[in-house]
């Protein structure tokens, strides 16, 4: 589980409760017409935007950015070098035989194995990384189609509520409940968007930069050992994807 998410989501909500419960009226900020526009609304204007099936892509990607485990770039370094090892122990044709749960490390494997040309290991590695790129681009769109949508629909709850307030001008008593319940729905809208939908937007910019530097290495990695299955030549190719911090091998 990605622990950093877990811990911004808790804290960043966590504060806002606080916040409200030091105040005079935690229960003033609980308002069920609102929480309805602002969830149902941004839901039903996203639905406008985009089929169905994205939508779901892109709430699918938010349980993925909780649950799944980062493959870290020296990690998929270190296991090129172990794959450049074998095959300069037992032959290249050994590597069909290597298990691997990594779809896409199985196919880098296979085109060793099968002596690829250079050229289609690079054509590859592009249509992968478009493929990823484009899958990646759509749960973004969504999330920030929905980040722009939660305030506006937030703002379209208020100016309901207002035109509701001034229908009770006559009654001077019942004007500063009504304005607060106008302005909840701001609220909501205003919390949905900076505390979920752009956080999850920009987060899964991040895994899919990182996840084409990962392919990048893996197909990388394939055509310095069809080049030179020396793993130590494999090494110092592939470190140039890595900060200085973490080319730990440089001194080996």
Do not use: W
Not at 56 to 75: D, G, N, V
Not at 113 to 138: F, N
Not at 194 to 222: C, D, Y
């Amino acid at each position: 589980m990605d622990i950093a998410t877990l811990l911004g989501i808790i804290a960043g909500f966590g504060l806002v409760f606080a916040t409200i419960l030091m105040g005079p009226d935690p229960s003033g900020f609980v308002d069920i017409p609102s929480i309805i526009m602002v969830f149902g609304g941004t839901f039903a204007a996203t639905l406008i935007c985009f089929p169905m099936e994205e939508v779901m892509q892109a709430f699918k990607a938010i349980a993925k950015t909780f649950s799944s485990k980062r493959t870290m770039p020296e990690e998929v370094v270190d296991t090129m070098v172990q794959i450049a090892e074998i095959s300069r122990r037992e032959g290249i044709l050994a590597l069909e035989r290597v298990e691997t749960n990594n779809p896409l490390l199985k196919k880098a494997m296979q085109l060793i194995a099968d002596t690829a040309e250079p050229e289609l290991i690079h054509s590859t590695v592009i249509i992968e990384i478009s493929s990823l790129q484009k899958r990646h681009a759509i749960s973004i769109a969504v999330f920030s189609k929905m980040a722009a949508l939660a305030p506006a629909m937030g703002m379209l709850g208020t100016l309901i509520g207002l035109v509701q307030m001034l229908s009770q001008l006559s009654d001077p008593n019942a004007l500063g409940p009504a304005m607060a319940i106008a302005l909840i729905t701001t609220l909501y809208g205003t919390i949905l968007a900076n505390l979920v939908f752009i956080p999850f937007a920009t987060k899964l910019k991040a895994r899919s930069t990182q996840e084409s530097m990962n392919l990048q290495i893996i197909f990388e990695g394939a055509k310095s050992i069809l080049e030179n299955n020396n793993p130590r030549l494999v090494y110092e190719k592939l470190a140039s994807f890595l900060t200085p911090s973490k080319r730990k091998m440089d001194e080996k």
